[in-house]
């Protein structure tokens, strides 16, 4: 079939301005008129015209609402703009981590490559007709855009004026893998769908033992359940847990993609993932029965994941940490050695203590996975983390929950190599966690949420912080006000960075107190909501002393709950007397 390309009259909409997690809003804005194609012609003029014409992309995301019409308009507009193909996982669905692994390893049966694609996700958001949708635009190395990208983007939204889409072009059947043609203006113009599992399990399968694996399930004592909260997370559990790892299907929870999240909120924490807490043993109530030894999570598109030992929460930045001090001797990928470790500054510095002992080239850099990218591109990072439930290595440019889960799966297997068909006990999560402690010592961490605040209250909040910082003195005057039993405050600033790589300069990155015990007050507005601010309070503090890494987190955080919340005036410039979450 030929199709026809018309050029569309539209008035500039002056969004959102798209940062690595791209434009994030309820679908009945991206619904307006004009509105997702505004946005999806003004990635298209950002980009080098090699970049879009005769090139190949990939257009999918986690299968929320709104997914299916957005793949069919971006195609349209794809053709119109002179793309030569688009790669579309069946049924729009590739998680996040599968689209960077798509990008950067599948080759097309003319060997053509992807030179970047369309994600569309609102990652741990709601979805549904009266929730979130998202999109963002990832580059040739399957990292999110740079800000040099997403900038012009952003220009561009408030000058288009007109964009071509193929109007004529009918809707491609995005449920049935195969290729359809289409000759054009440009010439000729490919769809493929193809199966969204197959690039990304045999990258798994690259990486890790799965035999090793395989064996640590098959035993009596290994018990696991997986919950992907109905999002694109359960196109891949059945195939890798089930196929290719021999667990049974009991072990999948929520593992049905649905466009809606099943109804439920799919970020991977102990307030929203109900069902999975509860059976791993930590829930309010007993649900009967043992827990499994071993329980992970997804987020709506599987970059973030969650762990849990029987009766036990592994904090993000433990889980990094542990990671990466057993990367070497479990992980197959990392035999040779790790290049480097970084954390997000938010982040607890649980991997600062691991890198100096192993003697491992470390950075501590700004929230954005784009950071870690680029030290992954330039050869001096293989595991990084973020406190947000964010774990991934130089494998991909994005953090990747299922790759997490499976890392975590290896350190079982392989502190578990020599007991698991004899009568010893099974190493287990919780035993892991507690050796790492005595080890390396124990950052007792939280995070307090508050979502959906007023956005001008939130801004004030945070320009309340940075004044007081002239001042340490008089910070330590407020402090001791409050507890005595606290720490002086050492320093005080506004997180900057200076990227080794390009050398681009990331300012205001979050709000720091630095105590002289080693403990740590971080303050920082999050932009991965849809609407409103969301205050990030990030409360640390460091145990080194083994006997005393066995205290309630509650209990060893406590003094220091106190003076964030009164230091900064929480309740007075919110009107919050509790966060929404608590991680």
Request: with cysteine; charged share 25%; hydrophobic share 35%.
């Amino acid at each position: 079939m030929v199709f026809k390309v018309s050029i569309v009259s539209t008035s500039p909409i002056d969004g959102q301005k798209p940062g690595t997690s791209g434009l994030r809003k309820k679908v009945k804005v991206f619904k307006q008129p004009n509105y997702l194609h505004n946005f999806v012609q003004a990635t298209f003029n950002a980009l080098t015209a090699e970049k879009v014409k005769g090139a190949t992309l990939v257009v999918s995301g986690d299968g929320r609402y709104f997914s299916n019409d957005a793949v069919q308009i971006i195609i349209k507009m794809a053709a119109a703009n002179g793309v030569r193909r688009v790669w579309v996982g069946k049924n729009t669905l590739l998680s996040t981590p599968a689209v960077s692994a798509v990008i950067r390893e599948r080759s097309g049966a003319d060997g053509s490559k992807a030179t970047g694609g369309f994600i569309l996700t609102a990652s741990h958001n709601p979805g549904g007709p009266t929730e979130d949708f998202g999109i963002k635009y990832n580059m040739e190395n399957g990292g999110p855009a740079p800000e040099s990208i997403t900038d012009k983007i952003y220009e561009n939204t408030k000058t288009i004026k007109e964009y071509p889409i193929a109007q004529d072009l009918p809707n491609v059947d995005i449920s049935a893998i195969g290729v359809t043609s289409f000759e054009g203006p440009e010439g000729k113009f490919d769809v493929e769908v193809f199966d969204s599992a197959d690039d990304y399990v045999k990258l798994m399968k690259s990486i890790f033992d799965f035999e090793s694996i395989r064996k640590l399930i098959s035993s009596p004592k290994f018990t696991f359940c997986y919950d992907a909260m109905h999002g694109v997370a359960g196109a891949y559990a059945h195939r890798i847990f089930v196929e290719e790892l021999g667990a049974q299907e009991s072990v999948l929870l929520n593992c049905t993609p649905k466009e809606d999240f099943g109804g439920g909120h799919p970020d991977p924490n102990l307030t929203y993932a109900k069902e999975l807490v509860a059976r791993m043993g930590l829930g309010k109530s007993d649900t009967g029965g043992e827990p499994p030894e071993f329980g992970a999570a997804a987020d709506g598109d599987a970059d973030r994941n969650m762990i849990l030992g029987k009766r036990f929460f592994v904090t993000p930045s433990d889980s990094v940490a542990i990671i990466a001090a057993n990367a070497v001797g479990a992980i197959p990928y990392f035999k040779s050695g790790l290049k480097g470790v970084a954390r997000s500054m938010p982040t607890s510095a649980a991997l600062d203590v691991v890198a100096k002992s192993l003697n491992l080239k470390f950075f501590e850099v700004p929230t954005g996975w784009k950071f870690f990218g680029n030290l992954m591109d330039g050869g001096m990072c293989s595991v990084c983390g973020e406190e947000s439930f964010g774990t991934g290595s130089d494998h991909i440019r994005e953090k990747d929950g299922i790759w997490a889960v499976l890392a975590w799966m290896s350190i079982l297997a392989h502190k578990n190599k020599g007991n698991i068909d004899g009568d010893g006990k099974l190493v287990t999560v919780e035993d892991i966690v507690r050796q790492h402690w005595a080890t390396y010592g124990r950052h007792y961490y939280t995070r307090y949420d508050y979502e959906n605040v007023d956005a001008g209250k939130a801004k004030e909040l945070m320009e309340h912080l940075v004044k007081l910082q002239s001042s340490i003195p008089e910070v330590n005057k407020i402090v001791k006000g409050i507890r005595s039993d606290v720490a002086n405050v050492a320093s005080a600033d506004e997180f900057e960075y200076k990227d080794p790589v390009d050398g681009s300069i990331s300012k205001h990155q979050g709000i720091r107190y630095l105590f002289e015990d080693g403990s740590r007050l971080v303050f920082r507005l999050s932009g991965t909501g849809s609407e409103g601010a969301t205050i990030r309070l990030y409360i640390e503090q460091y145990e080194k002393d083994a006997s005393k890494t066995g205290r309630e987190s509650s209990e060893a955080l406590s003094p220091l709950v106190d003076i964030a919340l009164k230091l900064s005036k929480m309740q007075e410039f919110t009107g919050r007397s509790a966060p929404t979450v608590i991680t």
